[in-house]
């Protein structure tokens, strides 16, 4: 069996269906399942047991001898939110409490963390291990990130083999229901269809025009190709970035998004909301040398690869992976 956590949620079902498209169907699906909307995001796939995730710990340690993997894909994500007992339960504690779990039997364990460990860039965006305790997070989901890649390297036991994955500005299907926390390419595509243009921030930055603004932005399948190279890889333990490595402009996006439906570009600019243009980050983008240099050697999608199948093949239809 393979265990995949937040499997309701957008990467973890695209996840499944990746597993499904490479033959296997064994698999343990572990979220809360009291989303309907989220739930439509597994639908069709193929696996053999749902597990409440507040109960997965203890049924983990009763089926240990049956799992093959260990994905925890689930998490706390929203940037908005800033009850930390919330995250520091959600992120932090549970996340400590698979590792050890795995420790103890035996498991292969591969984590998602995040590039909002890298606050403002202050730090580059480098996936030396050296630079994580000195890396400041803007808001309390970054922190809690962070708190669990800086445990972990600390830790004198191990899982045999792990992983932390930092995800750069992931987009693609199954997203539909993340609201507020979707990404901008979906954003951006439901704005054009209701309004015929987009809106985006303007620039409070002299070395950034307005729409200038730079992200690095990470289809799925992409990120989908990564986890499925290392359930076989299973060496090389450490945190990884996990990007396009190539940072591109939110005018770019809009536009390509644009192009995807066969439209004109209609961008405005609005100021970006005084409570987060103090930490509002203008550049990421992800060193990748580490992930190559350990033997991955796929491509990624480019931005308009990505925005184009995204939109024609997803979005336009209300489709799933």
Same mark, same amino acid.
């Given at each position: 069996?393979i265990?995949?956590?937040?499997a309701?949620?957008?990467?973890?079902?695209?996840?499944?269906?990746?597993? &499904?498209?490479?033959?296997?169907t064994?698999l343990?699906?572990?979220?809360?399942? !009291?989303?309907?909307?989220? &739930?439509?995001?597994?639908?069709?796939?193929?696996f !053999?047991?749902?597990?409440?995730?507040?109960?997965? =710990? #203890?049924?983990?340690? =009763?089926?240990?001898?049956?799992v093959?993997?260990?994905f925890?894909?689930?998490a706390?994500?929203?940037?908005?939110e800033?009850?930390?007992e919330?995250? &520091?339960? %959600?992120? %932090?504690n549970?996340?400590?409490?698979?590792?050890?779990?795995?420790i103890?039997?035996g498991?292969?364990?591969?984590?998602?963390?995040? =590039?909002?460990?890298y606050?403002?860039g202050?730090n580059?965006?480098?996936?030396? #291990?050296?630079i994580?305790?000195? %890396?400041?997070p803007l808001n309390?989901y970054?922190?809690s990130k962070n708190?669990?890649d800086?445990?972990?390297l600390?830790?004198?036991?191990?899982?045999?083999f792990?992983a932390g994955l930092?995800?750069?500005?992931v987009?693609g299907p199954n #997203?539909?229901?993340?609201?507020?926390?979707a !990404?901008?390419i979906?954003?951006?595509? &439901?704005?054009?269809k209701?309004?015929?243009s987009?809106?985006?921030?303007?620039?409070h930055?002299p070395d950034?025009?307005?729409?200038g603004q730079?992200?690095d932005?990470v289809?799925?399948k992409?990120?989908l190709?990564?986890?499925?190279?290392?359930?076989?890889h299973?060496k090389?333990?450490?945190?990884?970035?996990?990007? !396009?490595?190539?940072a591109?402009?939110?005018?770019?996006l =809009?536009e390509n998004?644009?192009?995807a439906?066969?439209?004109?570009?209609?961008?405005?600019?609005i100021?970006?909301?005084?409570?987060?243009?103090?930490?509002?980050?203008y550049?990421?983008?992800?060193?990748?040398?580490?992930l190559?240099s350990?033997?991955?050697?796929?491509?990624?999608?480019s931005?308009? #690869?990505g925005?184009?199948?995204y939109?024609?093949?997803?979005?336009?239809d209300?489709k799933?992976?």
């Open positions: 069996m265990i995949i956590t937040g309701a949620g957008f990467i973890g079902s695209c996840l499944v269906q990746k597993l &499904n498209d490479e033959g296997f064994d343990v699906l572990v979220d809360d399942f !009291s989303n309907p909307e989220k &739930n439509k995001n597994f639908e069709g796939k193929k !053999s047991k749902l597990v409440n995730r507040d109960e997965f =710990a #203890e049924w983990l340690k =009763a089926e240990h001898l049956h093959q993997f260990v925890h894909i689930g706390r994500t929203d940037t908005t800033f009850d930390r919330l995250f &520091n339960r %959600l992120n %932090l549970y996340t400590q409490q698979i590792w050890n779990i795995c103890e039997y498991l292969p364990f591969v984590y998602a963390s995040s =590039a909002a460990t606050g403002l202050e580059g965006y480098d996936d030396d #291990e050296s994580i305790p000195h %890396l400041k309390p970054g922190d708190d669990f800086k445990w972990a600390l830790q004198e036991r191990k899982p045999y792990w930092k995800f750069f500005n987009y #997203e539909y229901h993340k609201g507020r926390m !990404s901008v979906y954003h951006t595509f &439901n704005q054009i209701e309004t015929g987009m809106k985006l921030f303007q620039s930055h950034f025009e307005d729409g730079m992200r932005f289809y799925v992409d990120l190709n990564v986890l499925y190279f290392f359930l076989h299973r090389d333990s450490g945190i990884y970035n996990l990007g !396009s490595a190539r591109r402009t939110f005018k770019d =809009a998004t644009f192009k439906l066969d439209l004109d570009p209609q961008i405005s600019f100021p970006t909301p005084a409570d987060i243009r103090g930490t509002y980050q550049f990421t983008e992800a060193k990748m040398e580490k190559r350990i033997g991955y050697t796929l491509p990624f999608h931005l308009e #690869e925005i184009k199948d939109v024609q093949n997803y979005l336009k209300h799933y992976l």
